[in-house]
């Protein structure tokens, strides 16, 4: 049996995703923002996280998915070349998951930035691809099995409250 | 009225009978009458100086309230500040347990701080947000209070003016009957006079004839009085009784606040707990700080013990708001009864007050027997006349 993997459950666009631990920095709830003409439009701003400034990317429009809004937002930072934040709408736990459980979602998945489905219909994200600035496939086909598009991944900034 | 002159050519002539029985009567009545109405006067005045007392302490009242209302709101201040601090605990779990779970094994006694961080901001938000739904409930229980003791304050001002009116009209009935008292009592000593033997002359029938008159005014002007006063005393009575319902829903709804700060103490007393909880995982934060290799423990080691100062403080001073608005209610509610049971006996008084003005207005009371008296007197007045006619149709030659 493997080692457990860690995860970090976060709320994004109405559902539950994860980020594995081993690239999550810090968690913060950051009380100003500053926004950043000329950035693709998931991009939200930058945000200080312990003396650093941080880009933040909104993880429902960097998936392509609408936005629910949510009474609990939170940047997760995560590691990459640079750390980047990434806005969700409701925080969840820290869970340990059974690497054999995981679904493996294929390369389609993995061009959307969605690496796995749980056995409790979480989906654990690939980090990389949500943070590198190239294009992503919409993760709705992916994990609706092709179905409803909710919106283009990159498209159109919907400015949240 | 002059003394009467003597004329040679009269002669002397019977008083009518019933005449000087009549006028001893009407002084008897007259005095007995003036002594009621003066009693009536003495009883409306106590009964508006105790009313004063009781629109005194209804004003004080609501300054008692206002600082049980301060008080709430501090507690609502505190329940906001310590659900802020909770949600700051959640995240610097939710941190310490990423870090513990990327560090694995080795730092397990991390991953346990973090979980036990997280427990507490989790029992910390859900005792901060029914504190803060209790410290609203106090303060709309506060506003009722104040609202009832508002109706109470108007309720006991239209009682005052009620009263006031029936000082006036007693006072008016007053000088009306001591009026009446003095013509009574040179009625009662003229028919006296004659009837040692002394002789009448044309201005005794004159002011026999004008008594007669203005006893059917004055008649008339103390009945109307005296409905005034007893309808005015039925007023001020059904105004004092609704203020003494009041009064009870005002006692009802600082019972209720008493309830409800019982239950806020308890959760204070549970945010006590959590206080020294946090304390507890301080420490353990500092020690698991202090056996990690990664400096950022120190950080949340640091933020950890912060938060237990905060909670610490917040508990605290929760404690001392608790005790001051229990003060400030007790205050409220002794004030309350003590005006409640004020306003109950100056109802009763009223009510005594009214039942011996109806008493005294039925049957053979002062005031019906002098009005009755001056009945009787026009009749003898008219008597008097026809006899002094008749007397001098007698005494004219040929007559």
Known sequence: MQDSLKVLRVRAG????????????????????????????????????????????DLAARLGLTAQGGADPAVVVVDSLEPVGLSVEALGDVAAVAPESLVDLGPRGHAAGLRARAPDGTVVLEVEPLVDGRPLEPA?????????????????DEERP | MSEPGLDADDEA???????????????????????????VEDRLGQGIRAVERAVEAQAAAPDALEGAEEQARRIEEIARETGKAAVRSDLLALNVQVEAARLGEEEQGLEKVGDDLRRLADQTTRGAHELEALAAGLLSEVEAARRAWGQGAAQLEAARAQLEWALRAAEEAGLSLSEARGAAAWFSAATGARA?????????????????????????????????????????????DREAASADGVEERLGALERHL???????????????RSKQLAVNADLAAARATDPAFALFAEEARRLSEHAENAAAQGQVQLAQAHDELTASRDLARRHTEAVRRIASETTELLARFAEASEGDDPIEGLASAWRDDRVAAR???????????RARPGG
Do not use: C, K, M
């Open chain 1, 14 to 57: 109405g559902r539950d995703f994860a980020l594995d631990v081993g690239v999550v920095r810090a968690i913060e709830r950051p009380a100003h923002r500053v926004r950043l003409p000329g950035a693709p439009p998931y991009v939200r701003g930058v945000v200080e996280v312990r003396g650093q400034a941080v880009a933040v990317v």
């Open chain 1, 140 to 156: 709705a086909a992916v994990l609706d099995g092709g179905g409803e598009r909710e919106g283009r991944p990159e498209g159109p």
């Open chain 2, 13 to 39: 002539r019977p008083v009518p009978d019933g005449l000087v029985r009549w006028g001893l009567r009407a002084d008897a009545l007259g005095a007995e009458a003036a002594r009621r109405g003066a009693e």
């Open chain 2, 196 to 240: 040692q033997g002394a002789r009448e002359d044309e201005g005794d029938v004159e002011a026999a004839s004008r008594l007669a008159a203005a006893a059917e005014v004055r008649d008339e002007t103390i009945n109307r009085l005296a409905r005034a006063v007893a309808g005015r005393l039925q007023r001020a009575g059904e105004e004092l």
């Open chain 2, 262 to 276: 019982r239950q806020v103490r308890e959760l204070v007393g549970a945010a006590d707990e959590v206080a020294r």
């Open chain 2, 383 to 393: 008597q008097l006349t026809e006899a002094r006619a008749s007397w001098r149709h």
